[in-house]
């Protein structure tokens, strides 16, 4: 069945460091991969997809790789803020628009 | 656009009693919703898809008598917990789809969530 696997967090980070979080995936057929981001206290909000193989997706810098040689969507920004403290989620579309989402991995950024 | 709100933010009730919880799409129709729940520091479970005009789908383990879910119109849906417990304390965040535009198809859309305290 489809899946979806995260690092384990938290992750820890001085300000302006170089930010990973990897994610791989196992599913039949090409389902489109998301990285959705958890405010403490909040909803879940989109932050980038990427529909299919070699797509990248950005946004606020953080940006993603389809890779469906390594079947991963690693996502990455070149410098974290504080404000980027929250949860991550990596998610890919099931069947019948269902979405599966990893586990979540919690990042700090400390000033 | 496509901004999803839902109602209350949180709640505290008494065992036993039933509490509802909506989840309105505000600048688009949704035809399909999705009910999550998230306990603390977990990732999100799917309950429910909820179909406007017809019965949900749960996900296996959800008891339908417990989680009643309407979706009576294309902007909104309810989750009522019925005869609630302690244990059915949990944060609980609605999806919706935006149908028909282009590239979205899969994407959806978050609702801040309710966080649901039984006391």
């Known amino acids: 069945g489809n899946s979806v696997t995260q690092m384990e967090g938290p992750v820890t980070l001085s300000e302006e460091a170089f930010l990973t979080i990897n994610c791989t995936y196992t599913a039949t057929g090409y389902p489109s991969l998301f990285w959705y981001v958890q405010y403490p206290g909040e909803g879940l909000q989109l932050l980038l997809k990427a529909t299919k193989a070699d797509d990248k997706g950005s946004n606020k810098g953080f940006e993603a790789t389809y890779r469906k040689e390594t079947t991963s969507f690693h996502l990455e920004k070149g410098s974290v803020q504080v404000s980027d403290s929250a949860v991550y989620f990596c998610?890919?579309?099931?069947?019948?628009?269902?979405?599966?989402f990893g586990a979540g991995t919690r990042l700090a950024v400390h000033p | 656009g496509a901004v999803v709100s839902q109602h209350p933010s949180w709640v505290i009730c008494k065992s036993g009693t039933s509490v509802k919880i909506e989840c309105r799409s505000l600048d688009f129709q949704a035809t399909t919703m999705f009910w999550y729940r998230q306990f603390p520091k977990q990732s999100l479970m799917l309950m429910a898809t909820s179909n406007e005009g017809s019965k949900a789908t749960y996900e296996q383990g959800v008891e339908k008598d417990k989680f009643l879910i309407n979706h009576a119109s294309l902007t909104l849906s309810t989750l009522t917990v019925t005869s609630a417990h302690p244990e059915d304390s949990s944060f609980y965040i609605c999806s919706a789809r935006v149908p028909g535009l282009a590239g979205t198809r899969e994407t959806q859309y978050f609702g801040p969530g309710t966080r649901l305290l039984v006391l």
């Open positions: 998610a890919l579309s099931g069947g019948y628009n269902k979405l599966i």
